[in-house]
């Protein structure tokens, strides 16, 4: 993995020296073991490289016998399949670089290539001569890629920073994305915070060919044909063998591993099956890291329910050395400062004390189970509106009871039977009426009310729920369509950066989700429960009753955002929000800044997310929107 950049200008105006060493400056941070640049009298390209795979050694820009340059940030986990498909044997292909291997394909299928290459990527083709350039980003947008063209120059780079930081142009902000993330900042921006740079959307390429724009979807997986197999266990047997595979091709490095280990199904199957793989190979699991705290006075242990027991049992089963959070208020606020512009706009500060401890282990690769939820261990939504009108009254009364824990109370199994059967059954235009009035839009983040009131038909469509259907294969293309994995991951990808590690996320491996989305519902919902496929093929991975009850990390949450408030109200009162930003109410902003809100409560910790949001906005308007109002 690494970074790439690429500038090029039709009329032949060149990159200088001082430039060129900015922009690989800021390479390096993202791949620091290797650097390969190439110019002309109208280009530059160049490719940093951070060595995970045995492969990475000889990475470099490759330039193909018809001229196109191809630089990549990526990592190929279908290594022995493509070579397969392009006529060669592993032995005559150790010093092939992966970079190598995408041109290899784009020279036999040219845009048709990517949907041969499984991994983690983001690339670029470019040909000069034909005034020709392709960006393609993975199927779930595990690495970015950013794109701007004005007048006859494009530039392209997965770090969006090397190019706003690009001294010949500036980059007005976009008001709009300013609004659409004070009113839904869980939801992926439209583009970015500035104009004319955009974001390539997960899945998605586009092809600049003379001037002419395309953009294309190429990650599109049907959901209609079904994989039909004998009986439950060999779907449980066929499910893990596909994530075994992507546990195990995330492990291919020399380098050290650790994972993710929450104590919930997801992280705990991949942190388990991660170590026993490495143990074959005569290599450990470096750490299990966690967000919850450590067992202390100030965080007890609250009991059987305490996720902290299953995380250290786990631990100890399986020579895990586990590795607890210690975020903290300080961190919340320092958190508030970072560059949401260039680094992402996901909220998780709980990630950087992992970070910090993942590098001071020399781990260079941490396995995540995030994206688990939307596929591996789907919670089954629509599969309630696919029973019902089949008449499978007693798969739904099952479905409802492992939710609902019972049927006796009536009122929560009719609200399910509603919410998860019927309402989903209905037409767009019903379904979209009753959401409306369910979801009704008000003023948040401290938005202005004459920009509310003047742009409040772009705010409900930016807040507008998903569309759930009676299909759960549909509904999980709809939440990977959606992006907000990708949007973390986004965001996880700069932060790490300065570490010198990689995220890596095998259950949004692609083979593993286009297997998921084949399967017939009730081969999903196996035992008509949630999660049952994930269940049964971890059945022997997973402790019993593995669930997300982490009470001891909620109040260790809940301490951290009342310091970080408490530092917050301070800091306000010394002037940090003295200035007046355009973008809110500022009167309203400083009184919710001043008055900590009772993080007890529901309301109180929706007050602190929009305090949040605003702040991170405030200070990015500090940075770089200051100077033009």
């Known amino acids: 993995m690494g970074a790439i950049f690429g500038r090029f200008d039709r009329q032949g105006a060149k990159d200088t020296e001082t430039e060129r060493e900015r922009v690989a400056a800021e390479l390096r941070i993202w791949g620091p073991d290797s650097f390969d640049q190439k110019y002309s009298s109208c280009s530059f390209i160049a490719q940093s490289t951070l060595v995970i795979s045995p492969h990475a050694v000889f990475e470099k820009i490759v330039v193909t016998p018809s001229g196109f340059i191809v630089s990549a940030d990526a990592i190929i986990d279908n290594r022995t399949e493509l070579l397969l498909e392009l006529d060669l044997l592993e032995a005559d292909a150790t010093a092939l670089s992966d970079t190598a291997l995408i041109a290899l394909a784009w020279e036999k299928w040219r845009e048709a290539c990517v949907s041969h290459i499984v991994g983690d990527f983001a690339f670029s083709v470019f040909h000069p001569d034909l005034d020709y350039l392709f960006l393609v980003r993975d199927h779930i947008g595990t690495r970015p890629l950013f794109w701007a063209q004005r007048n ?3 530039v392209w780079s997965t770090s969006a920073k090397v190019i706003v930081d690009h001294r010949e142009w500036t980059w007005p902000i976009d008001d709009m994305a300013i609004l659409a993330f004070q009113a839904s900042p869980e939801n992926p921006l439209p583009d970015t915070f500035y104009q004319d740079l955009h974001t390539l959307k997960p899945g998605n390429f586009v092809s600049i060919d003379r001037g002419q724009t395309k953009t294309v979807r190429w990650w599109n997986p049907t959901v209609k044909s079904k994989i039909e197999l004998e009986s439950p266990e060999a779907y449980a047997r066929a499910c893990r063998a596909i994530l075994e595979r992507a546990i195990q091709d995330r492990c291919h490095t020399s380098h050290l591993v650790g994972a993710h280990l929450s104590g919930g199904i997801d992280s705990t199957g991949v942190a388990v099956l991660a170590s026993r793989y490495l143990k074959t190979k005569n290599k450990i699991l470096c750490g299990g890291y966690t967000w919850s705290p ?8 609250y009991g059987p ?3 902290r027991r299953r995380i250290v049992l786990v631990g100890e089963q399986e020579d ?3 590795k607890f959070g210690r975020s903290s208020g300080s961190n919340i606020f320092e958190f508030f400062s970072r560059p949401l512009d260039v680094e992402g706009i996901a909220d998780l500060a709980d990630e950087l004390p992992t970070l910090s401890n993942a590098s001071k282990d020399g781990a260079r690769v941490v396995l995540s189970g995030w994206g688990g939820d939307e596929g591996f261990s789907s919670h089954g939504f629509g599969y309630l509106g696919y029973l019902i009108p089949r008449l499978k009254l007693r798969n739904a009364a099952n479905f409802i009871r492992f939710h609902t824990r019972g049927l ?3 009122p929560n199994v009719l609200s399910m039977v509603w919410r998860g059967g019927f309402y989903l059954m209905l037409p767009d235009f019903l379904h979209n009426l009753i959401g409306r009035f369910q979801n009704k839009v008000e003023r948040s983040t401290f938005m202005r009310t004459d920009v509310f009131a003047k742009n409040s038909r772009y705010i409900s469509d930016i ?7 009676p299909d759960p294969a549909k509904n999980i293309k709809a939440c990977l369509d959606h992006g907000h994995i990708g949007m973390r991951m986004e965001t996880w990808a700069a932060w790490s950066a300065p570490h010198q590690l990689q995220y890596r996320y095998p259950l949004t491996d692609r083979r593993l989700l286009e297997f998921l989305m084949m399967l017939p519902p009730e081969a999903l919902l196996l035992d008509d429960r949630p999660r049952g ?7 022997d991975v997973i402790p019993p009753n593995a669930e997300k009850h982490d009470l001891a990390n909620e109040k260790f949450r809940k301490a951290a955002r009342e310091e970080s408030l408490q530092i917050t109200m301070e800091a306000v009162r010394n002037g940090l929000l003295s200035e007046d930003c355009p973008w809110f109410n500022m009167q309203e902003f400083r009184d919710a800044a001043t008055s900590p809100a009772d993080q007890s409560t529901t309301e109180g910790v929706m007050k602190f997310a929009e305090v949040m949001t605003a702040m991170r906005l405030w200070f990015f308007w500090r940075r770089a929107g200051q100077s033009r109002n």
């Open 152 to 154: 006859d120059t494009l």
């Open 294 to 301: 450590a067992f202390s006075k100030e965080h007890p242990d």
């Open 305 to 307: 329910k305490d996720e």
């Open 320 to 322: 895990i050395p586990i």
């Open 408 to 410: 006796r109370n009536i």
């Open 463 to 469: 807040k507008r729920a998903l569309r759930f259907y």
């Open 533 to 539: 496929l994930s269940l049964r093929a971890l059945e």
